[in-house]
């Protein structure tokens, strides 16, 4: 397919207007190709889909990541970060470009947001009043927030989550964003939903959520990597003759207790 018309249609739906203030997306390393038939996604770009990479007759058009390979200053992220310029110089070698889709992805609609919520089977779904990348919506029937908690991990894939009970003992409503958007809380409150859920929630934060007598749900990060099928279909939708390959390689940090 033609760069412009796919990027067209991607940005159409995922616009970088969209991304947060200081967000880094677009192309991180290399050069589009003018026709692009195979595409590789990963929710981050690092040296084991490199090697993945690597042992591929054939290699991929581009590889699509949600995390921005290089955030911040190219030179200097380079500069201050061995492994990542290392990647980065043997992908260059390779030919491939790197494109990243961030918080664009996150905010617009059938984007990251969006799928958490649809895998929660929330109904009602849509953005929050006062944030935008924010979904919120309503259990099908009210559930004792353990039970809940319980619930969340097996539609987002967790084996295990934080939950911060200081609120309602009774979810009917949520919200949520994934990734790291524990900031986002008392929005979700002030609208009225019964739990939030996010992640990489830190300590101050915690003790502010106990403080504001709320729920938190605290959610691996890894959550994001429902981008990859997101992303797929999406791509597929805009044209079904596309290669679209997934490398899912990120395992939750494991649970000792």
């Not at 109904?123 to 259990?139: S, V």
Request: aromatic share 8%; charged share 25%; glycine share 8%.
């Amino acid at each position: 397919m033609n760069k412009i018309k796919l990027f067209r249609a991607l940005s159409n739906q995922f616009p970088k207007t969209l991304k947060s203030r200081g967000d880094r997306v677009g192309l991180m390393t290399g050069r589009l190709p003018n026709d692009i038939k195979s595409i590789l996604l990963c929710l981050d770009f690092d040296e084991t889909v490199l090697n993945y990479v690597k042992k591929l007759d054939k290699k991929p058009d581009m590889i699509l990541t949600h995390h921005p390979f290089i955030y911040g200053p190219r030179k200097k992220v380079l500069m201050r970060n061995d492994a990542k310029r290392y990647v980065c110089e043997e992908i260059d070698k390779l030919g491939v470009p790197v494109y990243s889709m961030h918080t664009n992805f996150d905010t617009g609609k059938g984007g990251m947001n969006d799928a958490l919520a649809n895998a929660l089977k929330l109904k009602n779904i849509h953005p929050l009043e006062t944030c935008a990348m924010a979904r919120g919506g309503e259990l099908r029937e009210p559930m004792e927030i353990h039970d809940f908690a319980l619930y969340a991990n097996k539609c987002l894939g967790l084996s295990y989550s934080h939950l911060i009970f200081a609120g309602k003992k009774t979810i009917k409503s949520v919200a949520i964003i994934g990734g790291g958007g524990s900031r986002e809380f008392p929005l979700a409150q002030k609208e009225g939903y019964d739990i939030y859920i996010s992640g990489d929630i830190p300590h101050h934060a915690r003790r502010d959520v106990i403080s504001a007598h709320y729920n938190f749900l605290d959610c691996s990060h890894e959550i994001e990597r429902i981008f990859m099928p997101t992303m797929k279909k999406i791509l597929l939708g805009i044209d079904p003759t596309l290669k679209v390959e997934i490398v899912d390689h990120e395992e939750i940090p494991e649970l000792i207790k």
